[in-house]
């Protein structure tokens, strides 16, 4: 019995011999570190800045008691975030108004002599600083630019006066390209005749000797009409202002032979239908007699004064049966009572 089962022992214990050496053979596996466990904390940063290590570092929650807050507003700001400027940023803002550089300056501008007869010349001159470019302009009547002058940023130029106006201003404008500076100055012109009738305009010299001669003049509803007779003209003055034109000058289209008056046209009672050279005036142009309506008399014959400015607008300065002067913008533009016939009275001496 014991023989039968000793070679099966000795087989077992070689089988053992021989796994056990298989064994040393094969490397043993590495132990894997436990991983340690997180626990999701509110107060984590979940997004690193720029440059740091991603680090979970759990904040440490206090107990706080939970408050439930109700908006009574709306959540919209009141005020968008303004935006912060630096020194350099304010400089480059557009619309700032500090500009690059001194600003031009115009030191003086003065005439000699300030006043002078129409045909005598004054000198303008002048001094400014920090401009590159100038411009001397005259400035006619109502702020009407003229003739302009590009001179030089300091300097003079001589200027003949004219009798356009009575007192002719002048425009200095200097500019450096980004802003412009200006400064004007005013020449006194003596007229070389004195005016028929007081007060003397300010607009301007009377254009030789006033003429003499016949006139008649008619009152309308709405205005009326004078006849100059050495210019035979006919003057239309309409009161209904500030409709344009404010007056017009038509020639007298009465020639002798012509009917005086137009018996198709009745007019309401107690006015009248004008004659002879206001008659064709009145009904032969265009919207005339709706504007300025029936005659309220017959003409007035009188001896008429007149007289016209010098310079490219000729206004004309006529008297009527009362002795006043009725004066006329250029252009149509209106026209006025300025002044009554005479001479001024000489004051006496203090």
């Known amino acids: 019995m014991i023989k039968a089962t000793l070679p099966k022992f000795i087989t077992f214990i070689a089988l053992c011999l021989a796994l056990a050496a298989c064994d040393s053979l094969i490397a043993p596996e590495p132990e894997i570190a436990a991983l340690p466990t997180l626990t999701a904390s509110p107060f984590m940063s979940a997004t690193p800045a720029v440059g740091e290590a991603v680090t979970a570092t759990p904040s440490t929650p206090t107990a706080t008691s939970t408050i439930t807050l109700t908006p009574v507003l709306s959540p919209t700001p009141l005020f968008a975030a303004l935006p912060t400027f630096s ?52 400035i006619l009547e109502g702020g009407k630019r003229g003739k302009s002058f590009s001179v030089s940023v300091e300097g003079s130029i001589t200027i003949t006066v004219d009798a356009q106006d009575r007192n002719q201003e002048y425009l200095l404008s200097i500019t450096n390209g980004i802003m412009t500076v200006t400064k004007s100055l005013t020449i006194e012109v003596k007229c070389d005749l004195p005016w028929f009738f007081v007060p003397f305009p ?14 008649s003049v008619v009152n309308f509803e709405r ?128």
């Open 223 to 350: 205005g009326k009409m004078a006849w100059i007779g050495p210019l035979n003209q006919i003057v239309v003055l309409f009161s209904d202002a500030p409709t344009r034109p404010a007056w017009l000058m038509i020639s007298n289209p009465f020639q002798d032979g012509m009917p005086e008056d137009d018996g198709s046209i009745s007019a309401p009672e107690g006015l009248r239908v004008p004659r002879r050279g206001f008659l064709y005036v009145w009904r032969d142009t265009p919207g005339l007699a709706e504007r300025i309506g029936f005659a309220l008399d017959d003409e007035t014959p009188y001896g008429i004064i007149y007289a016209f400015e010098r310079g490219e607008d000729r206004r004309l300065y006529f008297s009527d049966p009362a002795s006043a002067v009725i004066g006329l913008a250029p252009n149509g533009v209106g026209w006025q009572v300025v002044g009554q016939v005479g001479t001024p009275t000489p004051q006496p001496a203090p």
């Open 202 to 215: 300010d607009t301007g010299c009377q254009d030789g000797d006033p003429s003499f001669g016949a006139g």
């Open 87 to 138: 020194a350099g940023d304010l400089s480059a803002v557009p619309g700032s108004t500090e500009l690059p550089g001194p600003r031009p300056k115009i030191n003086y501008f003065v005439s000699f002599p300030t006043s002078a007869s129409p045909g005598e010349t004054v000198l303008l001159f002048w001094s400014t600083a920090d401009a590159t470019s100038a411009a001397v302009t005259r």
